[in-house]
Antibody, heavy 120, light 112 residues
């Protein structure tokens, strides 16, 4: 199992960024993908998740209206787009595979992380 | 501010046992939802350490153990080693939050 994320990005305030996460070694549609971010020197923060089978999504409250998660099952890739970037969005963004069942989901495989830097 | 509260740091000498608490509420841990733990070594992505309260993935030493009671959970590291210096995060499920998943605030373990 491997999750390979796209490379580091630099954006100006107000711009958008789209990070990709290509999965291999397992049935892509069988596991949710969760996106997590980590701001410099801080902890882990849920951004949201996507069901690659149905395309269904759910986002953490602070990102609602600003984030869109999609997938392309033909190439086993999930995407996270974040709009209206500010310097507070400077962070490493991780994708991770969810295992378990509703009420008990955990992240058994993680991508390497994508650094998104926002600066004027 | 995280829904799950962890102490910012704990420390111990090599060989000692340390524990990390993860305190939640009636909408997450107290509601019976499982707790999972991750280890993040400096400069790397987090890795699964304990799942479903007290289960170790293949390859995780049995020095690491987890438990849960009431609205809290704990991670114990027995026989502390230098390689255990890392930040540890708990995670659970919360019925009151959009997207439902929630992380703890993280605890940095220092080996003296």
């Amino acid at each position: 199992v491997q999750l390979l994320q796209s490379g580091a990005e630099m954006r100006k305030p107000g711009a958008s960024v789209k990070v990709s996460c290509r999965a291999s070694g397992y049935a892509f549609k069988g596991y949710y993908i969760q996106w997590v971010r980590q701001t410099p020197g801080q902890g882990l923060e849920l951004v949201g998740w996507i069901n690659p089978n149905s395309g269904g999504t759910s986002y953490a409250q602070r990102f609602q209206g600003r984030v869109t998660m999609t997938r392309d099952s033909s190439i086993n890739t999930a995407y996270m787009e974040l709009r209206g970037l500010t310097s507070d969005d400077t962070a490493v963004y991780y994708c991770a595979r969810e295992e378990g069942h509703s009420g008990s989901v955990y992240l058994d495989y993680w991508g390497q992380g994508t650094l998104v830097s926002v600066s004027a | 501010q995280s829904v799950l509260t962890q102490p910012p740091s704990v420390s111990g000498a090599p060989g000692q046992r340390v524990t990390i608490s993860c305190t939640g509420s009636s909408s997450n841990i107290g509601a019976g939802y499982d707790v999972h733990w991750y280890q993040q070594l400096p400069g790397t992505a987090p890795q699964l350490l304990i799942f479903a309260n007290n289960n170790r993935p293949s390859g995780v030493p049995d020095r690491f153990s987890g438990s849960k009671s009431g609205t809290s959970a704990s991670l114990a590291i027995a026989g502390l080693q230098a390689e255990d210096e890392a930040t540890y995060y708990c995670q659970s499920y919360d019925i009151n939050l959009p997207a439902s998943r929630v992380f703890g605030s993280g605890t940095t373990v220092t080996v003296l």
